[in-house]
C-alpha cells in the first residue's frame, strides 16, 4: 500500500529545454529548503556549528555572496573547458576501452 504513494522515479528533469525555467527554479528553492533545514537539524552534532552560528552566517549574506557567486562562475566556466577537452578526446578516440 504504501509503495504508490513512492515516487517511480527518483530524479527531477533540470534540462531547460524541456522544462520550464520557473519549475526549475522551484526545484532548486526546494532542494535549498531541504538542503539548510537538514544543516540547522544536524547542527551542534559531532563538533558541527551549532545552529546560532549557521544563522549568523546566513544573516551575513553581504559580506561572502560576491565571492561565491564569483567561485560559481569560474567553476562553470571551468566545467565548459572541461566539457570542450573531454569532447575532443572522445572525438579523437582516446575514450575508447582499451583492447
Known amino acids: 500500500m504504501l509503495r504508490g504513494l513512492q515516487p517511480s522515479e527518483d530524479r527531477v528533469m533540470l534540462d531547460v529545454n524541456r522544462a520550464r525555467l520557473a519549475d526549475i527554479r522551484g526545484v532548486i528553492a526546494e532542494m535549498g529548503q531541504l538542503m539548510a ?4 537539524r ?3 552534532r559531532q563538533g558541527s556549528a551549532i545552529a546560532d ?25 571551468q566545467v565548459v573547458e572541461d566539457w570542450g577537452s573531454y569532447c575532443e578526446a572522445y572525438d579523437a578516440g582516446l575514450m575508447a576501452p582499451p583492447a
Open 37 to 40: 533545514w537538514a544543516q540547522l
Open 42 to 44: 544536524s547542527s551542534g
Open 53 to 77: 552560528a549557521l544563522i549568523d552566517f546566513g544573516a551575513s549574506v553581504k559580506s561572502w555572496r560576491g565571492d561565491l557567486l564569483d567561485a560559481a562562475h569560474e567553476c562553470a566556466a
